[in-house]
């Protein structure tokens, strides 16, 4: 049986990125011979992103609109169980709309998953992002040191992207999921305690070529980010 992955790309206020976005699955659902799906999420834009995004009539891509935006995660798991409730899927994976995760990075985690998936063991995939700037290397570090100290366990790159998952384990970590940028640790420690195989590659990090990003705008940011992070990962 042929495997079918889906990627759900959560979109807020990325009105002038949507063109390449699109572009870029086109090329990858090419490249997958078809059996590569995109759920594209407006995420509460306040912009013309999901009036672009409603428009898109291609039978490999899906529609899920939120109107108010109360966190990524949250968008990530919208897109998610519109997924599962298709029921066509043995994958399902999740990455950013910036594109600062390079596309061809989903086929390669598609290709990772369906290599492991001779057995009815559980699988996580998750990127290693590199070619990143000095202090995104330090924060991701002692980011990876906190978590791995709080859970008891090995854990690196806590957000790395993409992800993908199994279908006989996306429940298990959807269940009680955050709202917010946690979204990503929280899945990566449920997967870890739900005795999955975890499987880690490397994925040149980008730069955004368009568009902005809504939160990251300077060291005060990341520094709320990290506080954010210690304080959801303890609760976790």
């Given at each position: 049986?042929?495997?079918?992955?889906?990627?759900?790309?959560?979109?807020?206020?990325?009105?002038?990125?949507?063109?390449?976005?699109?572009?870029?699955?086109?090329?990858?659902?090419?490249?997958?011979?078809?059996?590569?799906?995109?759920?594209?999420?407006?995420?509460?834009?306040?912009?013309?992103?999901?009036?672009?995004?409603?428009?898109?009539?291609?039978?490999?891509?899906?529609?899920?609109?939120?109107?108010?935006?109360?966190?990524?995660?949250?968008?990530?798991?919208?897109?998610?169980?519109?997924?599962?409730?298709?029921?066509?899927?043995?994958?399902?994976?999740?990455?950013?709309?910036?594109?600062?995760?390079?596309?061809?990075?989903?086929?390669?985690?598609?290709?990772?998953?369906?290599?492991?998936?001779?057995?009815?063991?559980?699988?996580?995939?998750?990127?290693?992002?590199?070619n990143?700037?000095?202090?995104?290397?330090?924060?991701?570090?002692?980011?990876?040191?906190?978590?791995?100290?709080?859970?008891?366990?090995?854990?690196?790159?806590?957000t790395?992207?993409?992800?993908?998952?199994?279908?006989?384990?996306?429940?298990?970590?959807?269940?009680?999921?955050?709202?917010?940028?946690?979204?990503?640790v929280?899945?990566?420690?449920?997967?870890?305690?739900?005795?999955?195989?975890?499987?880690r590659?490397?994925?040149?990090?980008?730069?955004?070529?368009?568009?902005?990003?809504?939160?990251?705008?300077?060291?005060?940011?990341?520094?709320?980010?990290?506080?954010?992070?210690?304080k959801?990962?303890?609760?976790?």
């Open positions: 049986m042929i495997e079918k992955t889906v990627f759900v790309i959560p979109c807020y206020n990325e009105e002038d990125n949507i063109e390449n976005l699109i572009n870029s699955c086109n090329n990858l659902v090419k490249q997958s011979n078809n059996n590569i799906d995109f759920i594209l999420v407006n995420n509460g834009s306040q912009d013309s992103t999901g009036n672009l995004l409603s428009k898109i009539d291609n039978s490999n891509f899906y529609f899920v609109n939120i109107d108010k935006n109360i966190g990524m995660g949250n968008g990530i798991l919208k897109g998610l169980e519109y997924a599962i409730n298709l029921n066509k899927y043995q994958n399902y994976g999740w990455t950013h709309a910036d594109l600062q995760i390079p596309p061809k990075s989903l086929i390669k985690a598609s290709k990772l998953i369906i290599s492991n998936s001779h057995s009815s063991e559980k699988i996580y995939i998750r990127g290693r992002r590199k990143r700037n000095s202090f995104d290397i330090v924060f991701t570090f002692l980011m990876a040191c906190y978590t791995s100290l709080v859970k008891r366990g090995l854990y690196y790159d806590i790395g992207l993409p992800a993908l998952v199994s279908k006989n384990l996306i429940n298990d970590i959807l269940i009680g999921a955050p709202s917010g940028f946690a979204f990503d929280f899945t990566y420690i449920k997967a870890k305690k739900a005795g999955a195989k975890i499987i590659f490397n994925v040149n990090f980008g730069k955004r070529l368009k568009g902005k990003s809504s939160w990251n705008t300077g060291i005060k940011s990341k520094i709320n980010m990290c506080k954010y992070y210690i959801e990962i303890w609760r976790i």
